[in-house]
């Protein structure tokens, strides 16, 4: 027994020395010292001994015991150092190198544009309201005089929502449609009821449409003013007051006579040409981009006395004016930005993005 005891130490000494891990050394310690281990298996044997017998035995295996204890306790600090330096040198790290640049993206071009135009009106005290972009069809055409059936719809090439059965979708207020136009938070802000209005509405819009001219989808900002008293010259000054802003000092708008059911009078609103200064003609030549001084900007006009009954106002009390333009094209024109195909704007393509 004891030659047993004597052999499991050097064996154990021997086996140590080739370990590689701390973890193998774990296995081993089990395999060894643990409770159904090999020195424990041996001192089961020490019961059949005589008391004399178990007394030269037991401090043999004592002594056996703490030999290769101290063995596992020597492995095991060469280890855990082996297993330091090898973590150390994996992470080394040479803070004097230069570091690695992260990649600074920035806002898309139409959200620049957004902040600019509502930046600018914040400036006229007008404050951005949010409408649904999924509206009822009384919102996007009833409330700004535009009866069931009426032809104008027409020019507004609507999509209309059809549920799971494939059925238009109808709601209390009238067919479900993907707002054509932002007019429909006109009668939505008079309906909130606070007075006066001076609103900007900046939202998406859906129309039927597909060119190098025409998106699906694209954004359109709405400003309305409510209040007492509101006159066409107020609406001229917001005008002028935009373009200089957004443009440049030396632009200017004219108001051109146009028709919208929603507003009366009503106007398409031109701003003077960047590229000739609203002459329409370079050194006796016309002028590529506009041809005659001018650039049609978007639609305006006094609202409608039946626009403001819709919201549950008095026309002979108040009054008001409302404009609704475009953002990529407003955006377009801005001078330095030439893009000839307005859905490059949504292709996600990083080498036109990045441009900008
Ligand atoms: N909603 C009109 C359009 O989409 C623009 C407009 C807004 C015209 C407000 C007049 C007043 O064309």
Redesign the pocket.
């Known amino acids: 027994m004891e030659n047993e005891l004597r052999q499991l130490a050097s064996e154990s000494e021997k086996q140590l020395i080739g370990l590689k891990d701390l973890a193998a050394l774990e296995v081993l310690k089990i395999e060894v010292l643990g409770r159904k281990g090999k020195l424990a298996e041996i001192m089961k044997g020490i019961a059949t001994l005589s008391v004399d017998e178990k007394k030269v035995i037991g401090q043999v295996a004592n002594e056996v015991k703490a030999a290769i204890e101290t063995g596992f306790a020597a492995a095991e600090s060469r280890l855990a150092g082996a297993a330091e330096e090898s973590k150390n040198a994996a992470e080394w790290l040479d803070v004097s190198l230069p570091g690695v640049k992260p990649g600074v993206g920035h806002l898309h071009l139409t959200t620049q544009a957004i902040e600019d135009i509502t930046n600018i009106f914040a400036h006229l005290g007008f404050v951005r309201s949010r409408h649904p972009e999924v509206d009822w069809d009384y919102y996007a055409f009833e409330a700004v005089n535009m009866p069931k059936d009426h032809p104008a719809r027409d020019d507004?090439e609507t999509f209309f929502i059809a549920g799971a059965d494939g059925e238009q979708m109808t709601g209390k207020k009238g067919k479900i449609v993907l707002t054509p136009?932002?007019?429909n938070g006109q009668v939505r802000e008079m309906e909130k009821g606070v007075l006066p209005i001076r609103m900007v509405s900046i939202g998406k819009c859906y129309r039927r449409q597909a060119s190098a001219r025409h998106l699906p989808m694209f954004h359109?900002f709405?400003g309305l003013v409510v209040d007492k008293k509101s006159s066409v010259t107020e609406l001229k000054g917001v005008c002028d007051y935009f373009a200089k802003s957004y443009f440049g000092p030396d632009r200017v708008t004219r108001l051109r006579p146009y028709h919208?059911r929603?507003?009366e009078p009503?106007f398409e609103l031109d701003i003077s040409c960047g590229v000739c200064g609203g002459v329409g003609k370079i050194d006796g030549v016309k002028c590529k981009l506009c041809k005659e001084g001018w650039l049609e900007l978007?639609?305006?006009?006094m609202v409608h006395p039946n626009v403001i009954k819709a919201g549950g106002l008095d026309p002979d009390e108040y009054s008001g004016f409302?404009?609704?333009w475009g953002v990529e094209r407003t955006m377009m024109m801005r001078a330095g930005i030439n893009i000839d195909d307005i859905r490059l704007l949504y292709r996600d393509d990083l080498r036109f993005i990045r441009q900008f």
């Open positions: 507004w136009h932002t007019s359109q709405e919208f929603f507003t009503s978007g639609g305006a006009g409302a404009f609704g």
